[in-house]
């Protein structure tokens, strides 16, 4: 946490709300250095200059600069790629932002040129390291209330689609490329099976060009399905987090990490449940379960990341470490979104296609 | 509510959880008299004996008893088909217990006998009187949050399936032709739409030969999606009713009817939302929206229907009322289970086999 031993300089490309958000966590990392920024914007290049970063005049100014090592690229989706690309030619290394690119085949060209260049890319899929999502991969993991078989992630706002670009097809818009990319990047990161077929609706309620939110249903091959949701016309959530096992059930209702666990009680005797009266009708099955035969639990702890985002991007271009993110992890995840977006465009479910 | 003018009489057939229970119910009304009831458990029928109705020796001796108007069937589901076309041959009337048949197929068998026989069917769909679904469907005419476009309706468990022949396929067992048939029915009885695609998942974790649950997501002609899901295995409920629409968000949270609306306030002026920390990360997108954004409301009141089941019932048989429960309507939602079947056991979404 000692800024004098920062001697990996940054510079950010985009010093909008994500750019300027990279330079404040950066700051709190020892290892990595913000030496300046680079805007087309000339508010956001005078913003810059007012938090201590110099701004550059030109992209071009960037890639000339010796003393830079690191390109943070945090710009509207579509010039990811070329600015990534322009990077690794200068010998640069890169942090993108996410998503990566708008589609499979742009990330190939820009893995490809990372290669040839033999410099380090990585997205920043910052997600991987949520204390829900950690949670969640703890139960996985360690069978909190047994083998999960449905996993429900879901991100419900009320706000629409905020902003400028985002709502629009060319900057690569909308919510599965916005929100999308981080659940799946999740589940994909969490579960180590092949997906082997996906469903997916996508949402264009409030008339934008883009998705304002979508569903898909993904089913693994080990059993486990999964439903990943994102809404911006929901005006009361669902849970951030619900899953299923064979043992009971668990749910995170939201980023203040309130939840529960509900486990069958294996040390109660079985007790028949008795019909209630719901609705006009009587139901046993819909009765809630004798008082003994569960037990309420709070959420485990969770899983701790052996590193933040920045330390493990450092020890990858100290060599000390190989990537959090992969890179084959973050394609096999555009290839799903690729998957989602053709099943929501004809209405069919889609198999046959995942990079596992 | 007075039963000596109760001159319509009901033999029932089948005396076990439902049978008992419409027997009770029918008790309430006026205008039906149960006279009698067959069991081919003995025990039932002493069991009918001790409740004040006399037990018939056999289904041949209430098909031959003049005195019986309508035989009620309250069996498994894989004998209402011969038991009521036999009925209507003995020319009784028939009230029978949902599922009606376990197919399409039998189910026109069983109306074609009762127009031969010029006799009533009607079918118990009691769950289009239930004040949740009728709340909803208020929601949905009235407009409380504005147009509906997505309709959630759940209903969890976690008994799996309880009792005994509802584990048997051959009896018609499992949740889709339990549960599944009444809450498809609600749908479609409120939907005034063709249902253009249907994606079904079956659920078989408790190791039944039957479904333990399912989901099921319809997209209707009018735009409206709707999923459909029940399952057994939910130690934690998720709501019983999630609706969104083009002003607001509406839950009912379980048959007590504890719920809420939250709709867009058109009176404040627009408020950007504020970023806020969500995990590792920030989110505008998903904030909540400014306090004086939305305006948080009670369920609507109910419909009402304009008489009860079995009110409507006799008036039917009287001629005085067109049935509320209409046999295309039923043909219509056994045809839509077999297409969730079908989609569950092929993978696909089903398209072009609406009965609308």
């Known amino acids: 946490m000692n800024n004098e031993h920062a001697n990996h300089s940054v510079v950010i490309v985009g010093y909008g709300g994500m750019g300027s958000y990279h330079a ?7 290892r990595l250095k913000v030496t300046g920024t ?11 200059e007012k938090d201590g970063y110099p701004a550059y005049s030109s992209y071009e100014a960037v890639l000339r600069d010796p003393a830079v090592e690191t390109i943070l690229i945090a710009t509207p989706n579509d010039v990811h790629k070329d600015l990534a690309v322009q990077a690794f030619a200068a010998g640069k290394h890169v942090i993108c932002e996410k998503p990566v690119t708008m589609s499979v085949e742009d990330f190939k060209e820009m893995t490809a ?14 997600r991987r390291w949520d204390e829900d999502f950690l949670i969640i991969k703890q139960m996985y993991e360690q069978k909190t209330v047994g083998d999960l078989f449905r996993i429900e992630s879901r991100v419900h706002g009320a706000n629409g689609i905020p902003g400028d670009w985002r709502h629009l097809e060319a900057y690569g818009g909308g919510m599965l490329l916005d929100w999308g990319v981080h659940l799946l990047d999740q589940l994909v990161f969490m579960v180590d099976s092949k997906i082997t077929s996906v469903t997916g609706r996508l949402s264009f309620i409030l008339g934008d ?11 693994f091959e080990n059993g486990l399905s999964a439903l990943v949701e994102v809404g911006t016309t929901n005006f009361i959530p669902l849970p951030r987090w619900y899953v299923k096992g064979t043992e009971g059930t668990g749910v995170i209702e939201d980023w203040s990490m309130t939840g529960r666990i509900v486990t069958r009680n294996r040390e109660a005797e079985h007790v028949e449940p008795k019909p209630i009266q719901a609705g006009v009708g009587l139901t046993k099955t819909m009765a809630p379960p004798s008082e003994s035969a569960t037990l309420t639990g709070v959420l485990p702890e969770p899983f701790r990341q052996p590193s933040s985002f920045y330390d493990n991007y450092v ?3 100290e060599g000390t470490a190989e990537p959090l993110v992969k890179n084959d992890q973050v394609l096999r995840v555009l ?5 989602v977006f053709r099943s929501g465009r004809t209405g069919e ?7 596992y």
């Open 24 to 30: 404040k966590l950066i700051k709190d990392n020892g």
């Open 349 to 355: 479910t889609v198999k046959d296609f995942d990079l």
């Open 335 to 339: 290839n799903l979104i690729e998957a």
């Open 113 to 126: 040129a990372a290669e040839r260049a033999d410099r380090v890319l990585m997205v920043h899929q910052n």
């Open 38 to 48: 680079y805007d087309i914007d000339g508010q956001r290049a005078a913003a810059s």
């Open 315 to 317: 020890s990858v271009l």
């Open 209 to 219: 060009e883009v998705d304002d939110g979508f569903e898909a249903v993904l089913q």
